[in-house]
């Protein structure tokens, strides 16, 4: 769109247009006026004397010259009247060109519901042009809008049901075996019953990460803010992940700056970047190294994960914090996750007033979070 300046230059284009063509039309009834004039003074002058002396019996040069006589005292009021007749004459014709405009904005008001239809207005009309472009394009991007909206929502029915599926399937078959054989041994019972049980905590985690994520976006969550030392808090992450890294020979190296203090939640921060940190884990190579790294850059704290592994495509990266997102087509629950872990981490974290973001290149993946510093403002809120 063009700017407000730009914008009156374009329509003074248009009202010049149209007060040449008004002068034009006030030139040609005065060129027309004129014409006539010559005219009355020639034949049909001759014509009219010849009329007035058949009607009154006058010689022919008494009835000249009250022909004169007569055209001389109204002389003012016959041009007036022939101006404003050829005037009107001509305005009239022209209404034509001038309703050219208006049949322009309306089939342009009519290309804006056609996909396909190219809205074209006469260049003076540039401006009027470049708005109703604007307008489409907005109510293209809306029902795109639209569109997505509702095909996000059928994904997430779909999602939602295959991840409950899949864990109630196994619950209901164990516990379908301890039912139908009752004389089954008290080990191989309790076997089962562990299984069964895993698969039903792993449902109510589903459940509960769904809930949780609609609660951020619904802005439903209240953060209970503190001073939180984030370098305490990630120093602490290794201990944490121990039983899940050693099993692949996995190994998670925190390097932190001193005391990086933010105003938070810390119990919200802390989720944020255990799923971090359980997405960097879960697709890393095995006898691979996590690096996790704190410092401050650019006034604001800045948190990095790197890990080895598979990379994440170039054009499926800005889906990465969507619901339900996994990188495998066949949606494999394979990690044990439930596909909500980033977007519940993106959500804490702007909820903070940071920002989350990654890069994978050469089979290294960063995830980087930035929050603000406490002197920064970051109590506010």
């Known amino acids: 769109m063009k700017s407000k300046k730009q914008l009156t230059v374009n329509y003074a ?41 058949y009607v009154t019996g006058y010689e022919y040069k008494h009835a000249l010259s009250i022909y004169e006589s007569v055209l001389r005292e109204h002389w003012e009021i016959i041009m007036l009247i022939a101006i404003s007749a050829f005037f009107l004459l001509f305005f009239y014709f022209s209404l034509s060109w001038f309703t050219k405009y208006f049949n322009e904005v309306n ?23 470049e708005k109703l472009i604007f307008v489409k394009q907005t109510l293209q991007n809306r029902a795109l809008e639209v569109q997505v909206a509702e095909q996000n929502k059928r994904d997430l029915v779909m999602y939602l049901a295959h991840d409950i599926k899949t864990p109630l399937t196994s619950v209901l078959g164990y516990l379908s075996l301890l039912n139908e054989a009752p004389e089954m041994p008290d080990e191989q019972q309790r076997h089962y019953m562990k299984i069964a049980l895993d698969k039903t905590y792993h449902l109510e985690s589903l459940i509960n990460d769904f809930f949780e994520v609609e609660r951020y976006n619904q802005q439903t969550i209240q953060l209970n803010k503190q001073i939180v030392d984030i370098s305490y808090m990630l120093i602490q992450m290794p201990d944490e992940f121990y039983p899940s890294l050693t099993p692949a020979g996995k190994k998670m190296i925190v390097d932190v700056e001193d005391t990086i203090t933010v105003h938070g939640d810390s119990e919200k921060l802390a989720r944020a970047f255990n799923n971090i940190l359980k997405n ?29 592994g598979a990379m994440i495509p170039l054009d499926k990266q800005d889906k990465i914090f969507e619901k339900f997102y996994r990188l495998n087509d066949a949606r494999s629950t394979n990690t044990g996750g439930s596909g909500l872990g980033l977007a519940i981490a993106k959500e804490i974290v702007t909820r903070h007033g940071g920002q989350i973001d990654m890069q994978s290149e050469n089979r290294k993946t960063v995830f980087r979070v930035r929050l603000p510093l406490i002197s920064q403002g970051g109590q506010d809120g």
Do not use: W
Not at 21 to 38: E, S, T, W
Not at 107 to 128: R, V, Y
Not at 287 to 293: D, G, L, R
């Open 13 to 53: 284009k248009l009202r010049m247009k149209v007060f040449i063509r008004m002068l034009m039309l006030i030139l040609l009834a005065l060129v027309a006026v004129d014409g006539l004039y010559l005219l009355v003074r020639g034949r049909l002058g001759e014509g009219g004397i010849r009329l007035l002396q």
């Open 280 to 308: 960097a884990i879960a697709y890393s190579d095995d006898n691979s190294t996590i690096e996790v790294s704190a410092k401050v850059h650019e006034g604001m704290a800045t948190i990095t994960c790197l890990n080895t």
């Open 107 to 129: 089939t342009g008001i009519d290309a804006l519901i056609q996909d396909d239809a190219e809205i074209k207005l006469s260049p003076e009309m540039s401006s009027m042009e």
